[in-house]
């Protein structure tokens, strides 16, 4: 199959041709057609398949028939660096049609994304939240959106957007075009399409299954043992870019300190960080600049990086889910990645769940000359065995045991992880 058989406007054509995309891949394939004669769409695909341009395709189609200049494509993504990844897509494969968009999310100025409004866009990639303020101060119109995406449902309900997604369908036409994405179909977004979209068409790419291009493995390891065990396996396995995921934002800029020491090029991304600083570290992972990113979950989904040779998480996700889409962020389109986790005793019932998911055992792994029996570190104050008895002045002379004040803590090299 080739981009020409869709019949797409030659503008588009040459976009496709300027991004570089040779042929549509296999969601492309199934979704194009149905989304461009019209119907609603259930898309089922995880990231890293092509689903972008699945759904920016027929749109961009859609959108050279009719008037320019007022807001008729509308896509909402859970968090702004999807947004910005959608974006970036629309600005490439929209490149020679002349169609204009913008993205719209929090944590910049509002009064930009205004003015940028008031010239007339086609087409608006948004958060929800950003995008209802928008809606109550009236700095957007709905009037004209004939084609609304939502991307990554799954995970728009998982961040809690759900009341805020009700309350955007409820501002729209009801005569549109819905096109659903999703990596799962958990109940909350079963109910939302039986409510909102009319006769859906469901395409469905690998649900579970990482992508085949992607080998993962655990390695198994004391959680006091996981700092030294990822600076060992980087040095040995000779990393282009590494993507490490973290529990916590604690621990996502703790690793990063701990590399940097290393002389690694690393930055990091958590929730705590301001748009800028994301978009900084982000656009130096992209161009090379930094080696290595260390980042806590929720920065996971919005990040399109093609090149990430390795990703490793160090904590192991909370859901079979967010395992699937990490280790999705390697081995995309055409290309091969690692997938490596850390998992420690209390990782067992995850890892059997994720497994009973496969349906299949995940490959263990361990470094030959890694020392895995380390002493573990002392945890405690009291674990060091009886303190020296003092005299007093109430009983000179008598084995009294010296309290330990509360705000003595054990060295931090010595400390457990948070
Ligand atoms: P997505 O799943 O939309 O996040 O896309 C994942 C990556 O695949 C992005 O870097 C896209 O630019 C790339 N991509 C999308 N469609 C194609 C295609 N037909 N051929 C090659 N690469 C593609």
């Known amino acids: 199959m080739t981009f020409e058989s869709f019949n797409f406007h030659p503008a588009i054509l040459s976009g496709i041709k300027t991004v570089g995309y040779t042929e549509p891949t296999p ?40 008037p320019r200049g007022k807001l008729r494509g509308l896509i909402i993504s859970p968090t702004r660096e999807l947004a910005e ?95 659903l994405f999703s990596a799962t179909m958990p109940d909350d977004v079963r109910k939302l399409v039986r409510e909102f979209l009319k006769d859906p068409v469901t395409v469905q790419i690998g649900t579970v299954a990482p992508a085949n291009t992607v080998a993962h493995a655990l390695y198994p390891v ?31 800029e703790r690793v990063a300190l701990a590399l940097g020491q290393e002389g690694y090029a690393v930055a990091s991304i958590q929730g705590n960080l301001s748009q800028y600083r994301r978009q900084a570290a982000l656009d130096g992972f992209k161009d090379g600049t930094f080696k290595v990113l260390v980042a806590t979950d929720i920065a996971s989904r919005g990040i399109d990086v093609s090149d990430v040779s390795h990703v490793i998480n160090y904590d192991m996700p909370d859901t079979a889910d967010a395992y699937i889409h990490r280790i999705g962020r390697t081995g995309r389109i055409g290309k091969t990645g690692d997938a490596f986790t850390f998992v420690s005793a209390e990782d067992e019932p995850m890892v059997r769940a994720l497994e009973r998911l496969l349906k299949s055992p995940i490959e263990r792994r361990s470094l030959e000359h890694f ?17 020296p008895s003092r005299p007093t002045p109430a009983a000179p002379g008598a084995g009294e045991r010296r309290r330990v004040p509360s705000w003595r803590r054990p060295p931090a090299a010595y400390r457990q992880p948070a």
């Open 85 to 179: 990844q959608i974006y970036d897509a629309i600005k490439g494969l929209s490149h020679h049609t002349g169609i204009r968009s913008m993205a719209i999310y929090g944590g910049v100025g509002m009064e930009a994304q205004k003015s940028k409004l008031r010239v007339g866009i086609d087409i608006v990639v948004a958060c929800p939240g950003r995008l209802l303020d928008h809606v109550w101060q009236g700095s957007i119109d709905f009037t004209d959106v004939e084609t609304l995406v939502i991307d990554e449902a799954d995970r728009m309900f998982d961040m809690g957007f759900l009341p805020d997604i009700r309350k955007i369908m409820k501002c729209l036409m009801h005569e549109r075009q819905t096109l």
């Open 222 to 252: 004391r959680q006091d043992l996981k700092t030294p065990l990822l600076k060992t396996l980087l040095k040995e396995k000779g990393m282009d870019s590494v993507l490490i995921f973290t529990r916590t934002k604690h621990r996502t």
């Open 371 to 387: 020392k895995y029996d380390a002493p573990e570190p002392v945890k405690h104050e009291f674990a060091r065995g009886p303190r």
């Open 27 to 66: 969601i492309q394939a199934q979704a194009i057609p149905p989304a461009l004669e019209g119907r609603d769409l259930i898309g089922l695909a995880q990231t890293g398949t092509g689903k972008t341009a699945a759904f920016v395709l027929p749109m961009l189609q859609k959108l050279l028939r009719g």
